[in-house]
């Protein structure tokens, strides 16, 4: 059974760096063939892709979120993480982290086979 584990603070300041890890058991996040993601959903809205990061390492993020968004791994620790910068109460959202085989996911829950059970990140001052 993999298991997803999301952690980090659930309040960030404006203008802040967003950080958060996912701890994954059950699985390695170097098992070839599959993504691992960051996803979220803020308050009454679809799911949003945020990046993925694959077997290899290779990292690919969403067009929107490009430019503040960097998704690492810990192999050692069997960890993901995420870090996005500068951010404003737009990013105030319930954080995933899940497992699929595309590389980039859609925005609906059966394009991921796993998932965490979220953490809510608020952004405000």
């Known amino acids: 059974q993999v298991q997803l584990q999301e952690s980090g603070p659930g309040l960030v300041k404006p203008s802040q760096t967003l950080s958060l890890t996912c701890a994954v058991s059950?699985?390695?996040?170097?098992?070839?063939?599959?993504?691992w993601y960051w996803i979220r959903q803020p308050p009454g809205q679809r799911l949003e892709w945020i990046g993925s990061?694959?077997?290899?390492?290779?990292?690919n993020y969403s067009p929107s979120l490009k430019s503040r968004t960097s998704i690492s791994r810990d192999t050692s620790k069997n960890q993901i993480s995420l870090q996005l910068s500068s951010v404003t109460p737009e990013d105030t959202a319930v954080y995933y982290c899940?497992?699929?085989?595309?590389?980039?996911?859609?925005?609906?829950?059966?394009?991921?086979?796993?998932w965490g059970h979220g953490t809510q990140v608020t952004v405000s001052s």
């Open positions: 059950g699985d390695s996040v170097t098992t070839t063939y599959y993504f």
């Open positions: 990061i694959a077997a290899t390492g290779d990292t």
């Open positions: 899940a497992r699929g085989r595309k590389e980039v996911p859609g925005t609906t829950w059966d394009e991921y086979d796993y």
